[in-house]
């Protein structure tokens, strides 16, 4: 009987929270602590049985917990709590800023190296299972195109921009993948799409009282970057609306990729997810990975490792033999 | 510059075949010999540049094959030889008799450990892709259930069924999940099907000449296991429909997991094949687990492993660098 895995969480915010709910689904596990940087006793209305502790606190944790979770945001967070935590623990992160990957792993291999810690980076779902299966489809079709579509979901900086244009008082926006181009690909056709030719933007807005609602609408579509090359939708909804019916954090997506094997055989292989809760699923995703730095560890692995180094076996609580039995 | 991946293949059937057009899809490869039970000069024609070996001649190419590539079928050949092979060389095999893989699994382990090789056992889409996203969305979502759908595909077993009625010539039986299972699942229910309720069989039935049809219909759908427990429709074709509408060997499914995080949420992750030749897209799995076998026994692993056991970077030709930038 292994022991149970000893697991902090850094950040409390809905990925931390997330993370709580799903140390709870897996019995192999045990949450020692929140770490935060706010003030632990404001966080405990709401979480009772969690131990709070100021971030400051975590040295006092070192051979105590075995991985730490590390929950911040990709911007400012996480480029600075990873290494510094990963000089004293394991540690698992979703950062997923994409093109600052290479950087960022550099920075905590050699952190973790150091300290002979391991740390699992950029994993979740995109980065992190779709990742996993762009490589996977690549690999066995290497002719062949793949598409990544994300959606229907909301896209917090789409959502903060609408929120900046005058006379908006509240909003949010999905990204939504084009239906009829998904339909075309999984028919077998390979066309060129750029990110924009594959996703529509629907933004649900509550204007202030007295607002021009048409200006409101034409600011929106034609802004630059985020609205202006794609087809737009806008539709005003009144604040109840807004509370009610637009609270959730769907998301989801698909990875797909159609190729050839032999003389032009078409081979279509897909991956998709649809998720009520993009944090709770994320967070999810968190908590399989810290069983695997703890069995990598345990081998003897360390520095900074990506989903594409985790023998998948070591996501899962289940014995070698266990899995090649039910689930092979 | 890593050297070339010198490969063989063993046995020369759709599998074979496919394992050969594979390789040619991928420059860090070779194929050093193709080895067969039958006289190697009759396999030449249609085949230029392949180099035929009779199955006795393989212990000559110890040392200079890294992976032999088994192509026989998992009731006789592979059971014997693949533990056979396992003694002299890396193998990859697609064995996918189920219920017989913990047994399987031993034998090739012993052996291989023995001789200080490594066998990637069971591997393909089904043992090995759906396994897989089986693990993974279970791991991720303890709390969930999950559906297995094969096809739209032939199935071999219930075609050589359909063959052996008395008036039958010819003929061919398609596995066809049932779509609108597939649209309830996908929309977040979660039922309790076996699998004749997931599935339909649709037969394609060439009759001989002034055979009795409804009598050739009434025993297809009441044969017992095969056909009796399911929707089975039969549709009598002639000699020339078989041989251009049915030749093709397609198949594929579905692998959805409805899961449960925090309070409720629903979250559903699903892999899907569609697969215009079943036995090019396994000869491309096996491949791409070839160049794993190599990866990991330069590590010094040996033993039986299954598709669990890889990190799934291994299987690309890409560097460990190339990949974080290029796909996480």
Known sequence: MQHTIKLGIVGYGNLGKGVRKAIDQNPDMELV???????PSELESGSAGVKFEHISAAERYKGIIDVMILCGGSATDLPEQTPQLASLFNTVDSFDTHAKI?????????????????????????????SLNRLLAEAILPQGTDYTFWGKGVSQGHSDAIRRVPGVKGGVQYTVPVQAVIDR?????????????????????????????DAIRETIVNMPNYFADYDTTVTFITEEQLQNEHKGMPHGGFVIRSG?????????????????????????????????????RG?????????????????????PEQLRRELL
Chains 1, 2 share one sequence.
Do not use: M
């Open 33 to 39: 602590a929140v770490f935060t940087r706010r003030t």
């Open 102 to 130: 290479p950087e960022f792993f550099e920075a905590v291999d050699a952190v973790a190296r150091k300290a002979d810690t391991l740390s699992v980076i950029s994993t979740g779902w995109d980065p992190g299972l779709f």
């Open 185 to 213: 690909i999984r028919a077998g056709e390979t066309p060129a799409l750029s990110t924009r030719e594959k996703h529509l933007r629907e933004c649900y807005v509550v204007a202030e009282e007295g607002a021009d609602q």
């Open 260 to 296: 050839i094997t032999g003389e032009g055989t078409k081979q279509i292989v897909e991956f998709g997810l649809k998720l009520e809760s993009n944090p709770e699923f994320t967070a999810s995703v968190l908590v399989a990975c810290a069983r695997a730095a703890v069995r990598l």
């Open 299 to 319: 081998e003897g692995a360390v520095g900074a490792k990506t989903v594409f180094d985790l023998p998948l076996g070591y996501l899962s609580p289940k014995s």
